[in-house]
């Protein structure tokens, strides 16, 4: 009798109450749902942020994200808080002789230390790592941005190469020599002594300071900025070469802005 009556008072609510019961009652079920499963498992899963109070489901390539931040799926939604999580990882750089970087933004900063080890923070949730004969490649993804700080005790033996669309090296040690293959590359260097570097990019942007300065610099492009003076070819693309040192600095791009100050 009692359901019956219920089920008359809820059928002469206008549409819109019948709505929000039910949204109110899957809303509920939902909660319920969500404490029936392990808390602690999702929260160490990283799949509960209890920072801000947020529930986040994601794969390698997309974000689902309620909470704080409000509604976002893919870092677009409701509110400018980014929700992304980010992570640490951390490889020993023990024998590697040649290591390559990848990602969708990549920014390096190069050292001279006591340890051989890379450090990286990047909002994927996994790397993947392939190791052998002295070479480490770290891939984080198309999709996925990671911040890298390299230590070495010995750089001038060590080969970088790292790709991505935007990349950023700031390096404080000389390296047996450097490779960025990007859209968009910053590059600031400042040594004792200079090494090899061959960058290609459509825009790029360098700042090389070096004490012992044995370079012979190549720029390959169509918008060319040397030491602050505009080098023009009539609007096409051209090589011009500065200098005759034995280590090539070659940069290869559309606009490039370069200073070299020794």
Not at 56 to 82: A, P, Q, T
Not at 203 to 227: C, F, H, P, Q, R
Request: hydrophobic fraction near 40%; aromatic fraction near 8%; charge should be negative.
């Amino acid at each position: 009798m009692e359901k019956e009556q219920i089920m008359k008072k809820f059928r002469q609510m206008n549409r819109t109450l019948q709505f929000f019961l039910i949204f109110l009652l899957l809303a509920v079920l939902t909660v319920v749902s969500f404490f029936a499963l392990d808390y602690q498992k999702l929260k160490e899963r990283g799949y509960l942020n209890a920072d801000d109070l947020s529930i986040e489901l994601y794969d390698e390539y997309s974000l689902f994200h309620i909470g704080k931040g409000g509604i976002v799926l893919n870092g677009r939604g409701l509110s400018s808080v980014s929700p992304v999580k980010k992570y640490d990882f951390s490889y020993d750089l023990d024998g590697i002789r040649h290591l390559t970087l990848s990602g969708a933004d990549v920014e390096i900063t190069i050292l001279q230390s006591d340890e051989n080890r890379i450090n990286i923070t990047s909002d994927a949730r996994e790397i993947r790592e392939k190791r052998g004969d002295g070479r480490l490649t770290l891939d984080a993804g198309k999709k996925h941005a990671i911040s890298c700080r390299v230590e070495c005790t010995n750089p001038e033996t060590l080969d970088l190469v790292v790709k991505g669309a935007d990349v950023e090296l700031d390096s404080y040690a000389e390296l047996k020599s450097v490779e960025m293959d990007a859209v968009d590359v910053e590059l600031k260097s400042d040594t004792e002594s200079s090494y090899p570097m061959n960058v290609r990019g459509v825009s790029v942007d360098g700042m090389i300071t070096v004490k012992n300065n044995d370079y012979a610099v190549v720029l390959d492009g169509t918008e060319v900025e040397w030491n602050g003076t505009n080098v023009v070819r009539g609007g096409k693309a051209f090589t011009e070469t500065f200098g005759a040192g034995k280590d090539a600095l070659v940069i290869s791009g559309v606009e490039i802005d370069l200073v070299l100050d020794d």
